[in-house]
């Protein structure tokens, strides 16, 4: 479908010494749920300007710094992965408006040894990738919760959460055993209940001891201690997690949830697997709502079973463990 704006001279408000830039407002209908490309003729060829538009039933007015007589499209966008949302990391500063650090130090509900603190020492943007360290820094809560470690975890809670979705993160992951880096979502109002029976999708998980294979996995169910879980893991067919950059991907659809490494699908869960104990009228919970993105590295915890505590069996000399982030990129499909 492709439409034709209508254009309006944007009037000056004041007066000014510089020449002001010329400018149009367009203005269209969507549809909700729909996206949109706009497009300006340029000789027989028409170019995209900005970024994809998602509809939502009104109409949406746009700002273009353009000649009043320039020539405008808008082009529903139809069979093909959207781009919504992407953080490159390019900047010297964790984005804000895209992620927040957690901070805690109660073991992430995994009996793990880590203080999760909002220092720049533990996460930050260096050198167009985002760094998320851990280090043996003990730190003791105001309530007297000690933990021998200090990490970091952030989310994008209310910045960046999705209903369906393809989610890819090219990363490359630390080492060292006891050490536990994720790339994981969880639902932003959970309606479906607490956990697990609200869900969770583990995009990326990986055990510092065993970096040949990288693990995902989706935890539904009921309340814990009623919880449920399916998943699994692959190798690398090359370098391991923590030798090389790998991509990561999750094409998350409402009836299934596919991964992928380096472009290679390598797991796909369906609807008929997981369910919720919790769930109204819907097949599909709890992956219906709209979920968030986390990253972190925890030291410790019940995910290595009776070795958790192997961490501390680290020289000095292997801290920091730091999980480098290239980038995320997120798409939407359009039906």
Do not use: C
Request: glycine share 10%; aromatic share 12%; no cysteine.
């Amino acid at each position: 479908m492709k439409l034709l704006l209508a254009l309006l001279p944007l009037p000056l408000l004041g007066q000014s010494l510089l020449k002001p830039e010329p400018a149009v407002i367009l203005t269209f209908p969507t549809a909700e749920g729909s996206f949109y490309q706009i497009e300006k003729q340029d000789g027989e060829k028409w170019q995209p300007v900005g970024g994809p538009l998602k509809g939502d039933g009104g109409k949406v007015t746009k700002t273009i710094q353009e000649a009043a007589d320039a020539k405008f499209r808008l082009t529903k966008l139809q069979k093909q992965w959207v781009p919504v949302w992407s953080d490159e990391f390019e900047g010297t500063e964790i984005d804000r408006s895209k992620w927040s650090n957690e901070v805690n130090g109660y073991g992430g509900g995994n009996n793990e040894l880590q203080y999760y603190s909002a220092a720049p020492k533990y996460s930050s943007v260096r050198d167009g990738k985002l760094n998320l360290s851990v280090f043996r820094d003990a730190h003791t809560t105001s309530d007297g919760k000690k933990q021998p470690y200090s990490s970091a975890r952030l989310h994008s809670m209310y910045r960046g959460e999705w209903t369906y979705a393809r989610i890819e993160i090219r990363a490359k992951l630390p080492s060292g055993q006891g050490i536990w880096p994720a790339i994981w979502m969880l639902p932003t109002n959970s309606p479906h209940g607490g956990w697990a029976a609200g869900g969770e999708i583990d995009i990326v998980e990986s055990r510092g001891s065993e970096v040949d294979k990288t693990i995902g996995t989706l935890h539904f169910g009921d309340n814990w201690p009623k919880n449920a879980y399916k998943g699994g893991n692959t190798k690398f067919p090359g370098k391991n997690a923590a030798e090389e950059f790998h991509t990561y991907m999750i094409e998350w659809k409402k009836d299934e949830i596919s991964w992928f490494l380096d472009g290679k699908k390598w797991q796909t869960i369906e609807k008929k697997d997981w369910f919720s104990a919790n769930a109204r009228k819907s097949d599909t919970a709890p992956f219906d709502s709209p979920f968030h993105l986390i990253f972190n590295v925890a030291a410790g915890g019940h995910f290595f079973g009776d070795t958790k505590q192997d961490v501390n069996k680290l020289p000095d000399s292997a801290f920091p463990q730091t999980m480098l982030i290239d980038y995320v990129r997120v798409s939407q499909w359009a039906e």
